[in-house]
């Protein structure tokens, strides 16, 4: 199993700004994961963040907006950059062991 | 990606079993079929996975028949805190969440 934790739990920022969440996974794994989730919405994948390369984004998700780092196997960053009101939502991180994935508690913004 | 469709909402009472029908038309010979539960405001929780016929472990069982165009989730006995979303997906190597349905379960 994986125990999976965010920072920040939650965030009201100004428009046009950027926030960065980060991922800890206590624990090395391959594949990390980012998702979007508006409330009482389903998941949805925002991009593959591959440990030594450039993350994999999903369509219509593009680096510049939400750029990716995975510095090592067990850490990860999301940045919302130039923040509008519709970037308003959870954001979470998951990672996969083997054939499970596990999740993050999730990171509620909220842009004004 | 195989697409998966499932119910959007289902009710049921304390007590009864509850099974969640999804079906998956397009899945291929490699994808496994996961299902995730998820309460407010917290990330989904695996449940169970299985490849076909049946899986069971201590939460739920699985049912997939021989040609894998659908899959039920089954909960026995169903409690208050059971009430939550069912997420039926088609894995290969990213989740790919559909709308998942939405249990009630009253008293």
């Known amino acids: 199993s994986a125990v999976i934790s965010q920072k920040p739990s939650r965030d009201i920022c100004q428009r046009g700004t950027s926030l960065t969440i980060q991922c800890q996974v206590d624990?090395?794994?391959?594949?990390m994961f980012w998702y979007r989730q508006q409330p009482g919405q389903s998941l949805t994948l925002i991009a593959t963040a591959n440990q030594g390369s450039e993350a994999t984004y999903e369509s219509g998700f593009v680096i510049d907006k939400f750029p990716i780092s995975r510095p090592n196997l067990t850490f990860s960053t999301l940045t919302v950059s130039n923040m509008s009101p519709e970037d308003s939502s959870i954001y979470l991180c998951?990672?996969?062991?083997?054939?499970?994935?596990?999740f993050g508690p999730g990171t509620r913004l909220t842009v004004t | 990606l195989a697409k998966t469709t499932q119910p959007i909402s289902m009710d049921s009472y304390e007590g009864q079993e509850v099974n969640i029908t999804c079906s998956h038309n397009?899945?291929?010979?490699?994808?496994?079929i996961t299902w995730y539960q998820q309460f407010p405001s917290q990330g989904p929780r695996f449940i169970i996975q299985g490849y076909k016929t049946k899986v069971t472990n201590e939460v739920a069982s699985l049912f997939i028949p021989a040609d894998r165009k659908s899959s039920t989730l089954s909960l026995p006995r169903v409690s208050l805190s059971d009430t939550a979303v069912y997420y039926c997906l088609v894995v290969s190597d990213k989740l790919i969440f559909g709308t998942g349905t939405r249990l009630q379960v009253f008293p």
């Open positions: 624990s090395q794994v391959t594949m």
């Open positions: 998951s990672a996969a062991v083997s054939y499970e994935q596990y």
């Open positions: 397009n899945i291929a010979t490699n994808d496994y």
